[in-house]
């Protein structure tokens, strides 16, 4: 699938199922509880932690809920992601084509 065909099936899912896309300050809210589901999934699976009785490894789960709600903010402020994500590859490969090569940490 296409990031323009995603931004396009979520807005249709919105319109169909949603009623309406919640606000932007809520949905940004939405995002970061997301993004907090996301994070106890890796301190479980890759951190120090351990899954709690009644937990599962759903990485792949909370992973989708992040982009979800990411290309709902996107498509309720009017972003391009595709276009938004060329712009961002020039830029992090203006920045960084040597950078890296230079790090000697990595």
């Known amino acids: 699938m296409e990031i ?4 396009e099936r979520v807005d249709a ?6 009623v309406r896309y919640f606000s932007e300050l809520t949905n940004m809210a939405v995002l970061t509880e997301e993004v907090g589901e996301l994070a106890r999934v890796m301190a479980r699976k890759y951190g120090d932690q351990s899954f ?10 909370e992973l989708a809920d992040v982009l979800w709600v990411l290309v709902c903010l996107a498509n309720q402020t ?4 595709t276009q ?23």
Request: proline fraction near 2%; hydrophobic fraction near 30%.
């Open 78 to 81: 009017g972003v391009d992601l």
């Open 84 to 106: 938004a994500i060329e712009a961002n590859f020039a830029k992090k490969t203006a920045r960084d084509k040597d950078r890296h090569h230079n790090n000697p940490k990595l």
């Open 4 to 7: 323009k065909e995603l931004q």
């Open 52 to 61: 709690k009785a009644g937990e599962r490894d759903n990485l792949s789960e």
């Open 13 to 18: 899912w919105i319109r169909s199922y949603g």
